[in-house]
């Protein structure tokens, strides 16, 4: 579970109090702030096939104290409802996640301010309304339970959600980057609540020479994820466009050599010969192309007119006395 859910019946102490006090411009009053705890995530496999890293936890744990819960992702400061001051990571006894580890929860406390505005959210708080949260979160690294390799990577040809060899596939999100913010969600992405990811990395899509490695290094089958097909089908047009061109491109040079070789072969029987050229590769083609021009160009090479055929005399007899 990469989501989470407000707790029940938490009755804050002083200390949180003191924790709130980093983060308010002046000092309230314990009865005009309302506190509770939530759940944000925890190390389960969750419907994405995506799975936070106890590490991860951790360092999701110091990102989000601070940052603020709003109304359904929205950006707008108008939307800001509460704020973290204090989390951690917790073990929850007895339970395991899907892959058989541990569960470990990130656990959070945040606050709002008892006010006109804010007396609608604390109600439907208290009585369980307002329950599931989603957190928005960057992660640096993405890797497959099959292979260990980085999913993002053209190393790794598995798909989420498949089994290879009796493996479930699924991705382990390390290495947290930033914690934007924590949502008040009415219809969460996963089980029991919902996240938002995105992979804090310089790279795009896959190019296609990382799609090709990535085909030439599967052993088996191999499902392409939406965006690699469409740049896949978008290289291979192009390329049959290219085709095109050097299909008529070697249709024009066989053309040029059957012409060439009547002009310096009048013997060849010529449709035997075009036979032959049809199934030269380009580079075959311009060699005999080059080589016929060159034949040609020497056997039409003009002569001077005053030159007498024969052999020169040379006795000179008419110029003795």
Known sequence: MKDGYIEKGYSPSRDDFEKIKRFTRKEFAEDELYIFSLILCNNDIDRDYEKFSV???????KLFVGKTGIRDHSMKSSDQAARIFDAWVEKIPGRKTADGEELFALKAKAYTVRSEENKSLITE??????KEVSVSCSMG??????????????E????????????????????????????????????????????????GGLSMTEITKKLNSAA?????????????CSYLQEKEGLAELG????????????SLCAKMIPQM????FEGVASIMTAK?????????????????????????????????NEFKI
């Open 156 to 203: 790794c040809s598995h798909i989420k959600g498949r089994e290879y060899g009796g493996k479930s596939c699924y991705c382990i999100l390390g290495d947290a980057r930033d914690a934007y913010e924590w949502s008040f969600v009415a219809v969460p992405a996963q089980k029991e609540a919902g996240v938002t990811k995105s992979f804090n990395t310089e790279r």
């Open 247 to 258: 299909e008529e491109y070697k249709k024009s040079l066989i053309k040029q050599l059957v």
């Open 125 to 130: 708080i208290d009585a369980g309304i307002k």
């Open 269 to 272: 029987d010529l449709k035997v």
């Open 141 to 154: 690294s993405a890797v497959c339970s099959v292979c260990g390799r980085d999913m993002k990577s053209a």
């Open 284 to 316: 075959e083609l311009l060699c005999f192309k080059e080589a016929f021009e060159k034949k040609n160009a020497e056997a039409n090479i003009p002569s001077p007119q005053l030159i007498k055929a024969g052999k020169k005399s040379e006795n000179f």
């Open 55 to 61: 590490s991860a936890l951790g360092e999701l744990a």
């Open 220 to 232: 088996g089958e191999i499902t392409l994820s939406g965006s690699e097909a469409k740049e896949l």
